[in-house]
């Protein structure tokens, strides 16, 4: 089965850092994107970043040249290092990866940035 475990969410002020984890339980390289979503309070779960297979990245508008999402494959891991953060990114942040069939989800991590 299948398992992606997210860690390193937590409470930070604006301005700063965190780098978030998401740890899986088989090859990175079986998905086809891995990637990170976030959830806030009553708004749709929305794309963050993501990387393909063949190492492309795509980043939301909103968190271009702040977040840089990176993998390391020997430890099947999925980073996503978050700079300059800003109160409106407190939410959910879920990893995701694209399987042949289907999607796979971590549980969430929360993340809180204060003002």
């Known amino acids: 089965q299948v398992q992606l475990v997210e860690s390193g969410g937590g409470l930070v002020q604006a301005g700063g850092s965190l780098r978030l984890s998401c740890a899986a339980s088989?090859?990175?390289?079986?998905?086809?994107?891995t990637g990170w979503y976030r959830q806030a309070p009553g708004k749709q779960r929305e794309m963050v970043a993501e990387?393909?297979?063949?190492?492309?990245?795509n980043y939301a508008v909103f968190v271009k040249g702040r977040f840089t999402i990176s993998r390391d494959s020997d430890k099947n891991t999925v980073y996503l290092q978050m700079n300059s953060l800003k109160p409106d990114d407190t939410a959910v942040y879920y990893c995701?990866?694209?399987?042949?069939?289907?999607?796979?989800w971590g549980q969430g991590t929360q993340v809180t940035v204060s003002s």
């Open positions: 990387v393909t297979r063949g190492g492309s990245t």
């Open positions: 995701n990866g694209k399987g042949f069939t289907r999607d796979y």
């Open positions: 088989t090859p990175i390289f079986a998905f086809a994107v």
